[in-house]
Structures are given as C-alpha cells and as structure tokens.
C-alpha cells in the first residue's frame, strides 16, 4: 500500500520529543542476500549509536524494540526489492511503509520525523492510467513511479453481419451492401470505444489513476475521445503512438518515455511559473526569504531542488527554525535553546506542508533551478 497525505498529517503530528527515529533503506532488484544483509546491520548500528547519545528515558524499550526489527528487516529480503522500506519509530509507536521508490539510505533522530523524502516522492509522482487500443482490442495499464501494471485487456470480435453475395450482382444491391457493411463496422467500433471508454472510467473512479496518457496508431488515438468522461478528458495528459500487438516491454518503454517528458514540461512549466510570480513580488526565491514567509504564513506552494540539503537551527517544540539562530539562540516563543538540525529544508516543507502548502520537487531539470534551490509562490 502505498502511503498518503493523510498518512503523513498523521506521521506529522506524532512528533516527540523524547525522540523520533526515521530510517531509510532501499535495496536495488539486483542486489544480493549478503550485500543486503550487510547493509541493514550497518544502518541499525548507526541508529543505535545514535539513539546513545539522544537523552531518552524510553531508550531501553526502544532498543529491545530495534533489535527485533533488525531481524524482520532482513527476514523481508525477497519481499523488498526496488522499493525502499520507511521505518517509523517513537515511544508507543510504530509504523512501516513500503514506497516503490528509491530514496537515499539514511537513519535519522530528531523531536520530529524526517519525512521531506516521502512528502516529495508523493507529489511528485503522479499516477498514470495508460489506454492502448486499436480497432478491436485495448488494454488498459496502471503506471506509478516506474512500474507498468496490466489491469485490464479486451478483444471484441464483434461478428459482423452476413450480407449474401447474391445482392452484391446488381450495382444498387452492392452499393447498399458495402454501404451497409461500412456502417456496421463503423457501430460495433464505436460500441468498441465506448465500452473500453468504460473501463477507464471505471478504473478512475476506483481511484487506480488520477492522470490519463492515450497510445494507438496516429490516426485512431482521436477517435476515441468523445467517448472519455469529462472528467478523464481534463486529466488527459499525453499521447504516444504504439501498436497494441508490440511485446510489453517496449509499450513500457514509449510509455516511461512519455511519462518523463510529462513530468519534465511540468517542472520548467512551474519553474517558469515561479520566476513570472517573483517578477510581480507573488513569489519568494532563496531559504532567507522562504523562511520569512513561512513566518508570514504565506506559502502557497513550496518548490524545492530534489538534493538541496541545509544545515540549520531549530526550536524543539517547532516554534522556530532559521538559517543562524538569534545571538541569544534561543527560541522567541519558549525560550528553549535552539538546536542545530541537518536538513533545515526538511523542517521548511514540513512547516509549509502544515501550512496547507504543495510541496513540488525539480528532479528532471536541476541545473535551470540551481541558484536559488528553493522558492515559493505566495497566498497574496
Ligand atoms: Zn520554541
């Protein structure tokens, strides 16, 4: 199952301060039992040094805890690859989740979860339903991050009437015939479109897909367009030219080649978007600006560079968090001392995300966004 933003809200809100432990670990398909293995013990070593040296009252139970799930960790091997498992650990709680994603491997404690890599990965990637059809078979695939899943197939062999050729001998009888023929071709193709039109619809309101990419040969993709839902016609996003009979593997291929350029024009669209909102001061650009509008409570929307990291200074209740802190480094709400954090940008989205605000990562297109790394488009 993958996880969702109200999965999040709730990781959000479990924040502790006795501490709250994130782990990453990710095992590529190709990876061996071994080289796995070896990397889950040195990941749970690290957490357990780590969680030595965070003063935590509820350590011991914790401990036993992490030592159990070191165990299950590796009895899971087989069941793992290419997705990444997202541990989530504090005192009297637990939950796990599986993204079929790579996200960098890393094991983290901190008053709060560090959730920035999901919260992105959830954003980012939208969920594809992909239609393939020609005149008498569709199929119908699911495409999220970079698996293709069949859902459904069809083949209607409509049986077309029998004409006798007896009425083909005079010319009127013929040309009533083959007129005839045409138009009941013509119906049980549209009856074709309209029941595979169905099944889309069907899929989306199951909520399989929240975004539609059509594949045929050039001159039929259009045919089946006013048989989609409004609703699908709106969230039709792509278009590919493929024949329905190519083995899978390359309708997979053309299908990631589309989805990419999808997500591609989407970044430069909103990078674009951006730049246009700063130029009428609806944007901010930079973390110092950013932060102040986070202070504002004025984000609408936060984008942020895929590997931007930065080191900062926070409030353990959340108050606070800045680039330096205050001479004084204390929070100006509780008056707690602040602490350094190594991904202040994490604690930003997480911030902008409680505000109401989309987070939206740049990954295909980093170079364009590199000298600011991090904007935001403003409320008013
Ligand atoms: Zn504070």
Redesign the pocket.
Known sequence: MFIDHIDLKNLENKRDSAGSITLYLYSSPQETYQAYRMKVHSLFDELKKKLKKFENKKNKTITEDIAALEEKTIDSFAEKKGETFCIFIASDFKKIVKVPIKLKDQVLINDSFYLLPLTKAINQFNRYGILVFNRQKACFFTYFIDKLKEEKSVFHDYVLPNIKESSATDSQGSQWGSKNIANKEEETYNRHLKEIANIVFKNFKAKKFDKLILSSHEDKINSIKPYLHSYLSSNLVGEFTADIEMPENKIRKLAEQTVNSIRKKNELDKIEELLAAHAHNKAVLGVNSVLDAIRGKNIKELVINDDFTQAGFA?A?N??IAFSGPEDNL?P??S?ELKKVEHLESQIADKSFKQGANVYSIITDKDRFNKYNIGALLRF
């Open positions: 409030c209740k108050h606070f929070c709400i509780c707690q």
